[in-house]
């Protein structure tokens, strides 16, 4: 099983500039959560979808879009880049009363 | 209050000493616990759950005390690979999240 994946790992936006982050699990969890991580800082949940067709705005939604049109994918959405985005990028998944699965990290850049 | 909270550290300890993290959270009600272990620019990774009559593994022993709300995380004979922020993980006022406390982290030292 690939768990989470998230892509790209890396990337640098200019201001103004739009992009998705990707998302996509393999383990059939109706659970998913997008978190941003800033250096030196805990995470903080942006968006969660308890499953396909529902989503949620969690503690820090602005400036962000999801979607979930399908159990396994579930992409966060920038559309206009603020530096204040600048952050590590952390996508999880989750079934029942277990814990959570990360993804590897999107690496945002905003200049 | 914070929902989680934790002393961030960092504890500097040499290598094969014990060290215990203790984690209070605020929601009598919840019902799941665990530490994750998170290593500089890498992902969270479960460590441990933690049962409410303890449990371990192998170096490692978490304990959860309702009355008192929090729990523990005993890392005996520490080595360098130890060397990480550990994060105390319970499932919030939402019964599908999990809630993250700040972190401890710890520095192993030969």
């Known amino acids: 099983n690939a768990g989470v994946t998230q892509t790209p790992k890396f990337r640098i936006l200019k201001i103004g500039q739009s992009m998705t982050l990707q998302c996509t699990q393999d383990m059939n969890h109706n659970y998913m959560y997008w978190y941003r991580q800033d250096p030196g800082m805990g995470l903080k949940l942006i968006y969660y979808s308890v499953g396909a067709g529902i989503t949620d705005k969690g503690e820090v939604p602005n400036g962000y879009n999801v979607s979930r049109s399908t159990t396994e994918d579930f992409p966060l959405r920038l559309e206009l880049a603020a530096p204040s985005q600048t952050s590590v990028y952390f996508c999880?998944?989750?079934?029942?009363?277990?814990?959570?699965?990360f993804g590897s990290g999107t690496r945002l850049t905003v200049v | 209050r914070k929902e989680v909270e934790q002393d961030p550290g960092p504890f500097n300890v040499p290598e094969g000493a014990t060290v215990a993290f203790n984690c209070t959270y605020s929601?009598?009600?919840?019902?799941?616990f665990f530490w994750y272990r998170q290593d500089c620019r890498k992902e969270p990774k479960l460590l441990m759950s933690?049962?409410?009559s303890g449990n371990e593994d192998g170096r490692f022993t978490a304990q959860l005390n309702r009355a008192s709300q929090y729990i523990s995380l005993l890392i005996r004979d520490s080595k360098l690979s130890d060397s990480a922020t550990y994060l105390c993980v319970v499932n919030g006022d939402a019964g599908n999240m999990l809630t993250f406390g700040g972190g401890t982290r710890l520095m192993v030292k030969p």
């Open positions: 933690v049962y409410s």
């Open positions: 999880a998944s989750r079934q029942g009363n277990g814990g959570y699965t």
């Open positions: 929601n009598s009600a919840s019902q799941s």
